[in-house]
């Protein structure tokens, strides 16, 4: 098996720290037993990480969605309305601001404002939404929004992308969330998000909002027909912004749901493809911190393997989410489960920060929290029983 020793040649060369190529990327992530892959993701891991090594972390967040209207239509959203549609929602200041106080009162800390391109929402209405969160609630991080909104509501302020960047870090943004990569290659990016900016213009925003000081998170939507090409060329497009900035924190590859929306069966990436696809990111994406696995999207199981491919962070509670529940995403979890599966999966857990300090690290299971309230909500307005809107009532639903 000639081209077998070449591949495990090239991941021993990646665990003593050498740069990988694309082509060599592509390669591994077709051909290289998934076994050998994730031997030498979790071996990178464990070098980056020596000394915490056995630690992989976690976070108490919220997902807001303030408005589900939106212009841009994208083929694989489940969760948009257009404008005038009579299934169109926004919610009010009071209504954010009464989710932002229960996930202080759970533990949470941080939000993750997201929502449609409304025709109609510029960098005002960014302005003061995040000046009143951080008034009200100056201990959570705003971690939120991304490129596409960004270009959106400068469009509707008329104003440069780069003024938008800075009123809204003014105003109390802290960092972006790095959604709306979705696949940054042209063909399949215009396949299944023709109205988005293009994935090179994604890119140049988080360029310049890294520049200016404002970090983010990347992510990749897997499994809406892309070829396993188009995945690496994705891979490297953000490596090579981050030799320049650095300022990615986290790649967070997250798989496509298939209900409600225009791409409905289409094509959906296996727990295998998704394995392979953390692995190969902890190998290649040698200047990117945190590798996420996303338990929402691939089950719990499936989460608790990515810890052993190359993850070192489990993502988040999730006290809300609308997006990928309104496609089908139906795991949910709570806070006692999640520490129990970072735990069952050989790990001690921490609860981080949004910039990954340890908060406070789990290595006594005596003195594990025990509050059922910190639960993720099925809270999908697309799923019957669902509880975001229009009634608030999350502490109690269980
Ligand atoms: S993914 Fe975002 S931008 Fe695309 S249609 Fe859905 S809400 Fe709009």
């Known amino acids: ?3 077998k020793v070449g591949l495990q040649s090239v991941l021993d060369h990646a665990v003593a720290g050498e740069r990988v190529t694309p082509e060599e990327a592509l390669e591994l992530y077709r051909n290289a037993p998934l076994h050998a892959l994730g031997q030498a993701a979790d071996a990178i891991r464990r070098r980056r990480y020596a000394g915490i090594e056995h630690i ?9 969605n303030y408005t589900n209207v939106c212009v841009t239509a994208c083929k694989f959203c489940a969760f948009y309305a257009p404008p005038k549609s009579d299934k169109g929602w926004t919610r009010d200041l009071d209504d954010i601001l009464r989710r932002c106080a229960e996930t202080v009162q759970l533990g949470g800390t941080q939000i993750m404002f997201q929502g449609g391109h409304h025709p109609d929402f510029g960098v005002e209405y960014y302005e003061k939404h995040f000046a009143a969160i951080k008034k009200q609630f100056p201990q959570l991080v705003i971690h939120s929004l991304g ?5 959106h509501m400068a469009k509707v302020s008329g104003v440069s992308v780069e003024e938008a960047i ?12 790095g959604a709306g990569a979705e696949l940054l290659p042209e063909r399949p990016r215009k396949a ?4 988005k900016e293009s994935g090179e213009r994604w890119l140049e925003i988080m360029e310049m909002a890294h520049r200016l000081g404002v970090e983010s998170t990347s992510t990749m939507l897997m499994g809406t027909g892309e070829t396993n090409a188009e995945r690496i060329e994705h891979l490297r497009m953000i490596r090579d912004v981050q030799d320049r900035t650095g300022g990615f924190r986290a790649f ?3 798989t496509y749901q298939p209900e409600n929306n225009h791409l409905r069966g289409q094509t959906q990436a296996t727990i295998f493809e998704y394995l392979r696809m953390i692995a190969i990111a902890r190998i290649f994406l040698d200047n990117v911190a945190h590798i996420q696995g996303s338990w929402l999207t691939v089950g719990k199981e499936a989460g608790q393997l990515s810890l052993h491919y190359g993850a070192d962070d489990l993502g988040s509670v999730m006290l809300e989410e609308n997006v990928v529940s309104s496609a089908g995403a139906k795991h949910r979890s709570n806070l006692m489960e999640l520490i129990h599966l970072i735990r069952t999966a050989e790990r001690v857990p921490a609860q981080r ?4 300090e340890h908060l406070v690290v789990h290595d006594d299971p005596a003195n594990d929290p025990v509050d059922k309230h910190v639960v993720s909500h099925l809270s999908s307005t697309a799923i019957e029983g669902g509880t975001a809107h229009p009634e608030l009532k999350l502490i109690d639903a269980e």
């Open 252 to 254: 967070i590859p997250y």
């Open 192 to 195: 299944i998000a023709p109205l």
């Open 147 to 151: 490129a596409s909104e960004v270009e």
């Open 353 to 356: 920060t949004t910039t990954y």
């Open 1 to 3: 098996m000639p081209a």
């Open 166 to 177: 800075r009123r809204i870090h003014a105003a109390g943004l802290d960092s972006f969330a």
């Open 56 to 64: 992989a972390t976690y976070i108490i967040e919220r997902n807001i």
